[in-house]
């Protein structure tokens, strides 16, 4: 297993990745509005702005529940907000969303395991696609059901290792610490957490997800 020092270091490194592009559209589009030019550049800075904060806010509000604290909340969450927070964060990348969900309860940190599962379904959804998200409630526990489908849909080798728990061939690094985080999420729900691939598809489900809240 990594060490914390370590697991913490990466998990900060992949947050940063995932803010540096619309925070890097965000400093360019004020450069450019602070630059003298005529109005049809203005107009492009600042729907270039406007871009990027949203994008940036999108993901901070996610990353700020996949990782930190308030995914270790206690007691139920509100059901649609974690689906409009999960709404606006895949908006901000290619692939688009859309939910079955049959529970009338969610823990917080069910919800954090869902949205860490969409992190690894966005990953594998390089030229875009849908992902569907199907929860239930079984008599094994809950079950959390991620369908992605997309051209060149693909299951990364390293996300495989981290479910089994094994380290990549090249070791852990920022690009590849995630999975490991959202199966240290689902062991703690003493659930399991799976992917496979298919003809453009790949699913990631975790099952027997103990009830809490």
């Known amino acids: 297993m990594i060490d914390p020092a370590r697991l913490s270091a990466y998990i900060a490194s992949r947050i940063c990745h995932d803010l540096v592009s619309p925070v890097s559209s965000v400093t360019n589009a004020l450069d450019l509005l602070n630059d003298p030019g005529d109005m049809e550049m203005k107009a492009q800075a600042q729907a270039l702005l406007e871009d990027g904060a949203e994008k940036a806010g999108a993901r901070i509000q996610y990353l700020r529940y996949a990782f930190g604290s308030i995914g270790l909340n206690s007691g139920a969450a509100d059901i649609h907000e974690a689906r409009k927070i999960t709404e606006n964060f895949v908006k901000s990348h290619r692939p688009s969303i859309e939910?079955?969900?049959?529970t009338d309860h969610l823990s917080f940190s069910h919800v954090r395991m869902m949205m860490n599962m969409v992190l690894m379904a966005v990953d594998s959804l390089p030229r875009g696609g849908v992902i569907s998200v199907r929860i239930r409630n079984e008599a094994g526990g809950m079950t959390i059901t991620l369908t992605c489908k997309g051209k060149r849909a693909?299951?990364?080798l390293d996300t495989q290792k981290a479910l089994t728990n094994e380290e990549p061939?090249?070791?852990w690094r920022p690009e590849n610490i995630q999975p490991l985080f959202a199966k240290m999420i689902c062991d703690g729900l003493d659930g399991e957490l799976t992917?496979?691939?298919?003809?453009?598809?790949?699913?990631?489900?975790a099952t027997g997800i103990r009830a809490e809240g």
């Not at 939910?99 to 049959?102: K, N, S």
């Not at 992917?195 to 489900?205: L, Y």
């Open 195 to 205: 992917a496979s691939q298919g003809d453009e598809t790949v699913i990631f489900m």
């Open 154 to 156: 693909k299951l990364r």
């Open 99 to 102: 939910f079955d969900i049959q």
């Open 169 to 171: 061939e090249d070791g």
